[in-house]
C-alpha cells in the first residue's frame, strides 16, 4: 500500500514536520487524530478535552473546516490548538469513536 506524507507544523512552529499517513491522501478528521496521536496531546492534556486543532493551508491561508475534506499527499499545513465546546472536542470525539468500535467517522454526529 502505498502511503502520503502531509507536512505539518504548529502555529509557533519554525519547521514542518512529516506525517506519513497510508494511500494517497487523506481526510482531514485521520490527519487531526494522527496528529494528536504523533504530539502525545492525548496524554498531556490532563482533564482537558475540550480543544480542537484549526488546520490551513500553510500557503493558501485558507481554512479546512470539513473534516470529511480530503487532503493529497504533500498537503503543507499549519496547526493551531483552539478551545472547543464541552464534550465536542478532538479528544472527546476520539473517545466517542472507540466506544462506538473505532470506525472511519469522524465522531461528530453529522451523517
Known sequence: ???STILYKFKASLNF???PLPGTSARLFDIKRAI???KKLDKSSGSG???DLAIENATTNEAYD???????????IVVRR????????????LARMEVMGGG?????GAA
Open 49 to 51: 478535552l475540550e480543544f
Open 104 to 108: 472511519s467517522g469522524n465522531g461528530n
Open 17 to 19: 514536520e512529516s506525517l
Open 66 to 76: 470539513d473534516e470529511d475534506m480530503i487532503l493529497p499527499r504533500g498537503t503543507r
Open 82 to 93: 483552539v478551545a472547543s465546546e464541552r464534550g465536542m472536542g478532538i479528544l472527546s470525539r
Open 1 to 3: 500500500m502505498s502511503t
Open 36 to 38: 494528536v496521536k504523533a
